[in-house]
């Protein structure tokens, strides 16, 4: 199916939004209409025209993104869907392949998204880079192995002092964690701090509370509560968390152990935290943190040379992959990358391969959040077992990806 497709006007955002609603199954709220707006960008927006009719979107949004030891542009792929009438004709391919070349112009070497369903993205070279642990606790059961050593304290703070601590907070510390992302403070605005009602299902407002030393901010936790009073009288609150953010561990253990020791709650439930979550590991039972992985950020590296010479590596190495990229042939063919701790140079070259791999299978080990050794053993990634080896080392990353939020 050949239709137009073309960047949305800011006049179009009404009709964009409905038709995001129905294909995504939800009705469009369009008292949200003008948060949406705010952070839309209209000039990234690729949408498909039937006649008047918008019936398949698409966007980007302009992204710093952290990865392993630097940040790079790259462009989040979002609001990507298609009506019912016209799926599996070829709109979103379509869509996929003005978005690319849109990525291009910009020179933003990745692309990364959150894929509704899993099966959808690998056929454009995205693989699921990163991963989100949700943890449910019961806070009866969530003492700590060792006596929490916090030098400072945890305050709860309204949502105007939250407006401006959590931005510094955040700003201060997201080049650190491979998949977070800047905010801007529209995004702020429009994204984290904007708390309308149809959001809660049922549960409260958020809460805020910030963790201290000396006065200053070292990390927030921003959450929800639920109420629940149970006929046996026990405590049955639920504790939502929805972000919990700190600049150093012990920021970090003093939030959790704030959450787990508000009264009344009988289970802490955090959606999203980082695959290597310290929680398991500050409670004294660490099976009593409940854990569900799975698939986050996904990532698409569009400009090889760029990305693999931009991020930093485990250790120095030098080796030759070659990348199957049937989708953006500007990315296929054969790299030698010489990895080092403090850089790394990406250069075409005719030598043999010494591991081979497809653009998908890069995306998913880019962060260094999956090891090139498991997709070896999986088959996806073919090279000698000391070529492996060596590339998986390399790849590695210590902190492990992690995207905080959904777009
Ligand atoms: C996902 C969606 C956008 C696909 O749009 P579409 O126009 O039907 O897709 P296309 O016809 O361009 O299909 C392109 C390719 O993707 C495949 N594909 C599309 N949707 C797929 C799905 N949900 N699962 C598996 N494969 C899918 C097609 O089979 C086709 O494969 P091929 O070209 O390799 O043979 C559409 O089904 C939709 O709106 N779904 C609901 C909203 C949603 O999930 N959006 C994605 C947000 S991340």
Redesign the pocket.
């Known amino acids: 199916?050949s239709l137009p497709i073309r960047p949305a006007t800011p006049d179009e955002f009404p009709a964009l939004e409905r038709a995001?609603g129905l294909?995504?199954?939800g009705d469009p709220v369009l008292a949200d209409s003008e948060h949406g707006r705010a952070i839309t960008e209209f000039d990234r927006t690729r949408c498909?025209y039937d006649g008047e009719e918008i019936v398949?979107?698409?966007g980007a949004i302009s992204l710093e993104l952290a990865v392993p030891g630097a940040t790079l542009p790259a462009a989040g792929?979002?609001?990507?869907?298609?009506?019912?009438t016209?799926?599996?004709?070829?709109?979103?391919?379509?869509?996929?392949r003005s978005h690319f070349e849109d990525v291009r112009e910009r020179e933003e070497p990745l692309a990364a998204?959150?894929?509704?369903?899993s099966?959808?993205?690998a056929?454009?070279g995205y693989g699921p880079a990163a991963e989100m642990c949700s943890i449910t606790v019961e806070p009866a059961r969530a003492r700590f192995a060792r006596p929490l050593e916090a030098p400072g304290r945890c305050r709860l703070v309204g949502s105007d002092e939250a407006g401006k601590v959590l931005p510094a907070v955040y700003d201060a510390g997201w080049r650190e964690r491979p998949g977070h992302f800047a905010r801007s403070a529209a995004w702020w605005e429009h994204r984290h701090l904007y708390d309308p009602e149809h959001q809660r299902d049922g549960a409260s407002s958020y809460r805020f509370a910030i963790y201290e030393e000396s006065g200053a901010p070292r990390g927030f936790i921003k959450y929800r509560t639920r109420q629940k009073w149970p006929p046996t009288g026990l405590p049955g609150n639920e504790l939502q968390v929805v972000e919990l953010q700190g600049l150093d561990a012990t920021a970090r253990a003093a939030l959790w152990r704030h959450a787990l020791d508000v009264d009344l709650v009988a289970e802490v439930q955090a959606w999203n935290c980082p695959a290597d979550c310290e929680l398991p590991w500050l409670l004294a039972d660490s099976r009593r943190a409940l854990r569900t992985v799975r698939d986050s950020l996904w990532l698409r590296v569009l400009d090889v040379k760029r990305a693999l010479e931009s991020r930093r590596y485990a250790v120095e190495q030098d080796f030759v992959l070659a990348l199957a990229d049937d989708d953006w042939p500007d990315a296929a063919g054969s790299w030698r990358l010489e990895t080092g701790p403090e850089g790394a140079a990406c250069t075409r070259t005719t030598r043999e391969p010494d591991i081979r791999l497809a653009a998908t299978d890069l995306g998913t080990v880019y962060m260094g959040g999956h090891r090139i050794g498991a997709l070896a053993r999986a088959g996806r990634v073919e090279g000698t077992a000391e070529a492996v080896a060596r590339a998986d080392v390399a790849f590695s990353w210590d902190p492990a990806p992690w995207c905080p939020e959904i777009f």
Do not use: N
């Open positions: 199916m995001m294909a995504f199954g498909a398949g979107t698409s792929t979002t609001m990507v869907s298609v009506r019912s016209h799926r599996r004709r070829g709109l979103l391919r379509a869509m996929m998204l959150w894929a509704s369903e099966s959808i993205y056929r454009f």
